[in-house]
């Protein structure tokens, strides 16, 4: 596994007039995770979506080595096919193998995305992040609609994913229960 | 390359059969031969009238069928998160637009051209006029889809979007329906050229403009 590397260098983010944080900088080589905090509105999708490259900063930059995947809100699959056939499409996309992490999709694969529970969907889009082979996951509200069990397996798969050596940004305001995290309040680079 | 195959494939299925809310590309061809058949029953079945102005109604009922579909071009992609997935694995923006105009034109172009010999049979023209039909939409319409996705990428995501893109359209293509329709009248093959120098225009010009719409509306 080649390593793969994401570093933060005094970041700020506007939106409209309004300066979300500033001063954000962190620096997560292999196996690393980072938990953004923070309340609603305070700018951790911003922050993710800086990380990504989607978002230009106001201030500062960001470096990484090796590819990122990001899961947010909006799945990417489109809705009336069936699931199977929706993550085949970022599959061949991706040029990836099989998920490694197990979601639970196997009884699902004939369903179209349009039918699936908010948490089931959610899942799909976790199981898409893995089966892409990037080293770095960027996930925006991960346990979002996942129940206990889910949360829990969601969770594992991280852990996987950095004993593999690879790097997790998660944006959660729920707790997460992952061996030595690191966690960066937005609360403490308020303007 | 492969995985902008692939995308390739998605647009052209999507857009060809359709989807829930997406409608396909039966939809504009309806339009299309509806409009010529609706002509005649307007002006009255005088054969001198219709074989005059026939073939500019094409080139209007042309015009209007590739509005149609303007809303579903970009917006359900922008909307489920695809182009940020996109960007993110570094496929850039102009490819994946570049390959969905031509996923257009396959879609709605390519189907105008078969049915427009329905259409001039409806409207009364003649062999020469439905050759020079056929060659000035061969022409027209790719500069017609390089607009269309243009003008969807702009409007992404904005609320009214479907119908702001309607009228935007509209005069942008005003060269492309003048030198289309301009090309049928006595003396007017110039327009055939003018015709094919619009659409080339359109079509440099588009990828890099759609994918500047697509950037900045991420801010």
Redesign the interface.
């Given at each position: 596994m080649q390593p793969c590397r994401l570093a933060a260098y005094d970041l700020a983010c506007r939106r409209g007039d309004r300066l979300l944080f500033r001063g954000v900088g962190f620096e997560l080589t292999g196996g690393e995770a980072l938990h953004l905090s923070g309340p609603n509105g305070i700018g951790k999708s911003s922050l993710m979506r800086i990380l990504a490259g989607l978002l230009r900063a106001y201030n500062g930059h960001v470096e990484h080595e090796g590819a990122m995947a990001l899961s947010d809100e909006r799945p990417a699959l489109d809705p009336h096919r069936p699931l199977g056939e929706a993550l085949a499409f970022w599959r061949q996309v991706d040029r990836a193998g099989e998920a490694r992490a197990d979601f639970g999709l196997e009884d699902l694969l004939d369903v179209p995305v349009r039918y699936l529970s908010t948490g089931q969907r959610k899942r799909a889009a976790l199981a898409r992040l893995a089966a892409s082979g990037a080293r770095i996951w960027l996930l925006d509200e991960p346990l979002n609609g996942l129940d206990t069990h889910w949360g829990a397996s969601a969770q594992a798969a991280i852990e996987a994913h950095r004993a593999l050596g690879g790097i997790a940004v998660i944006a959660s305001h729920q707790p997460l229960q992952l061996q030595k995290l690191r966690t960066l309040s937005l609360l403490e680079h308020l303007p | 390359m492969?995985?902008l195959w692939?995308?390739f494939r998605?647009d052209l299925t999507?857009l060809l059969m359709g989807?829930?809310?997406?409608g396909g590309a039966l939809l504009p061809l309806l339009f299309f031969l509806a409009v010529a058949m609706l002509y005649p029953f307007a002006v009255g079945p005088d054969a001198k009238l219709l074989a005059r102005t026939g073939a500019g109604v094409i080139w209007v009922a042309a015009l209007l069928a590739a509005i149609l579909p303007l809303d579903r071009l970009v917006e359900p992609d922008l909307?489920?998160?695809?182009f940020?997935?996109?960007?993110?694995?570094g496929?850039a923006e102009e490819g994946v637009l570049a390959l969905r105009i031509l996923a257009h034109w396959l879609s709605f172009g390519v189907p105008l051209m078969l049915a427009a010999p329905l259409a001039a049979g409806l409207l009364n023209l003649d062999g020469a006029q439905l050759w020079t039909v056929e060659l000035g939409l061969l022409l027209g319409t790719p500069g017609l889809a390089a607009i269309g996705v243009t003008i969807a990428a702009l409007t992404a995501g904005l609320r009214a979007g479907a119908a702001l893109g309607g009228l935007l359209a509209i005069p942008l293509t005003v060269p492309l329906l003048i030198f289309g329709a301009g090309s049928l009248q006595p003396g007017g093959e110039g327009g055939l050229l003018l015709l094919a120098a619009s659409s080339l225009a359109a079509l440099a010009i588009a990828p890099f403009a759609a994918a500047g719409a697509i950037r900045a509306g991420?801010?």
């Amino acid at each position: 596994m080649q390593p793969c590397r994401l570093a933060a260098y005094d970041l700020a983010c506007r939106r409209g007039d309004r300066l979300l944080f500033r001063g954000v900088g962190f620096e997560l080589t292999g196996g690393e995770a980072l938990h953004l905090s923070g309340p609603n509105g305070i700018g951790k999708s911003s922050l993710m979506r800086i990380l990504a490259g989607l978002l230009r900063a106001y201030n500062g930059h960001v470096e990484h080595e090796g590819a990122m995947a990001l899961s947010d809100e909006r799945p990417a699959l489109d809705p009336h096919r069936p699931l199977g056939e929706a993550l085949a499409f970022w599959r061949q996309v991706d040029r990836a193998g099989e998920a490694r992490a197990d979601f639970g999709l196997e009884d699902l694969l004939d369903v179209p995305v349009r039918y699936l529970s908010t948490g089931q969907r959610k899942r799909a889009a976790l199981a898409r992040l893995a089966a892409s082979g990037a080293r770095i996951w960027l996930l925006d509200e991960p346990l979002n609609g996942l129940d206990t069990h889910w949360g829990a397996s969601a969770q594992a798969a991280i852990e996987a994913h950095r004993a593999l050596g690879g790097i997790a940004v998660i944006a959660s305001h729920q707790p997460l229960q992952l061996q030595k995290l690191r966690t960066l309040s937005l609360l403490e680079h308020l303007p | 390359m492969r995985a902008l195959w692939t995308i390739f494939r998605r647009d052209l299925t999507l857009l060809l059969m359709g989807a829930p809310g997406r409608g396909g590309a039966l939809l504009p061809l309806l339009f299309f031969l509806a409009v010529a058949m609706l002509y005649p029953f307007a002006v009255g079945p005088d054969a001198k009238l219709l074989a005059r102005t026939g073939a500019g109604v094409i080139w209007v009922a042309a015009l209007l069928a590739a509005i149609l579909p303007l809303d579903r071009l970009v917006e359900p992609d922008l909307e489920a998160g695809f182009f940020d997935q996109w960007a993110l694995r570094g496929i850039a923006e102009e490819g994946v637009l570049a390959l969905r105009i031509l996923a257009h034109w396959l879609s709605f172009g390519v189907p105008l051209m078969l049915a427009a010999p329905l259409a001039a049979g409806l409207l009364n023209l003649d062999g020469a006029q439905l050759w020079t039909v056929e060659l000035g939409l061969l022409l027209g319409t790719p500069g017609l889809a390089a607009i269309g996705v243009t003008i969807a990428a702009l409007t992404a995501g904005l609320r009214a979007g479907a119908a702001l893109g309607g009228l935007l359209a509209i005069p942008l293509t005003v060269p492309l329906l003048i030198f289309g329709a301009g090309s049928l009248q006595p003396g007017g093959e110039g327009g055939l050229l003018l015709l094919a120098a619009s659409s080339l225009a359109a079509l440099a010009i588009a990828p890099f403009a759609a994918a500047g719409a697509i950037r900045a509306g991420r801010e």
